[in-house]
Antibody
Framework: QVQLRESGPGLVKPSETLSLTCTVS????????WSWIRQSPEKGLEWIGF???????DYNPSLRSRVTVSLDTSKDQVSLKLSSVTAADTAVYYC?????????????WGRGTLLTVSS | DIQMTQSPSTLSASVGDTVTITCRAS??????LAWYQQMPGKAPKLLIY???TLESGVPSRFSGSGSGTEFTLTISSLQPDDFATYYC????????FGQGTKVEIK
């Protein structure tokens, strides 16, 4: 059974770079697209970006200048980096799987990790 | 950007009721729509994709319909586990979510 587990620092200072990791267990990381999605009371659910082992990566246009999503197949991990964070980036961050290129929806989610931006 | 608008924002119902949630897209998205259920403190769970296809393992009391700009999620014979918040998500162009509909106990 495939499971996703996000991990991160919990607290980041304004203007710093946020780094989160999603560890995939129980299945192959190379067969699917992997995404990051965040949720906050202010903005609701927001798709951040996705990546695949084939090198295809794309980002939400509103975040593109600050975000990097990447895969480490040796560790079965999906990473998210978001630079120049502000309080508006405070949210629960989820890692999720896209089951098929036939549709960009998410069939498997991690538990999420809360990230707070504060000095 | 395609905007997704759900109604109502909150819905009060009793066990056994049939409830319907509506999701409207700001432009046509064909049938590229998914529905999710989210329990408090948990991640969203996929219920339906391509507007009406039930995800494996999801009870048949959940059903989806619609195409173009208007979609509905219907829950027949509401069960205690169904009191949650429901989200629609379009994936015709990038991917945007509705603001959610909370189904609460009357």
């Amino acid at each position: 059974q495939v499971q996703l587990r996000e991990s991160g620092p919990g607290l980041v200072k304004p203007s710093e770079t946020l780094s989160l990791t999603c560890t995939v267990s129980g299945g192959s990381i190379t067969d699917f697209y992997w995404s990051w999605i965040r949720q906050s009371p202010e903005k609701g659910l927001e798709w951040i970006g996705f990546t695949h082992h084939n090198g295809i990566t794309d980002y939400n246009p509103s975040l593109r200048s600050r975000v990097t999503v990447s895969l480490d197949t040796s560790k079965d991990q999906v990473s998210l980096k978001l630079s120049s964070v502000t309080a508006a980036d405070t949210a629960v961050y989820y890692c999720a799987r896209v089951p098929s290129t036939l549709g960009w929806y998410f069939d498997l989610w991690g538990r999420g990790t809360l990230l707070t931006v504060s000095s | 950007d395609i905007q997704m608008t759900q109604s109502p924002s909150t819905l009060s119902a009793s066990v056994g009721d049939t409830v319907t949630i509506t999701c409207r897209a700001s432009q046509s998205i064909s049938s590229w729509l998914a529905w999710y259920q989210q329990m408090p403190g948990k991640a969203p769970k996929l219920l339906i994709y391509k507007a009406s296809t039930l995800e494996s393992g999801v009870p048949s009391r959940f059903s989806g319909s619609g195409s173009g700009t208007e979609f509905t999620l219907t829950i027949s014979s509401l069960q205690p586990d169904d009191f949650a918040t429901y989200y629609c998500q379009q994936y015709n162009s990038w991917g945007t979510f509705g603001q959610g509909t909370k189904v609460e106990i009357k």
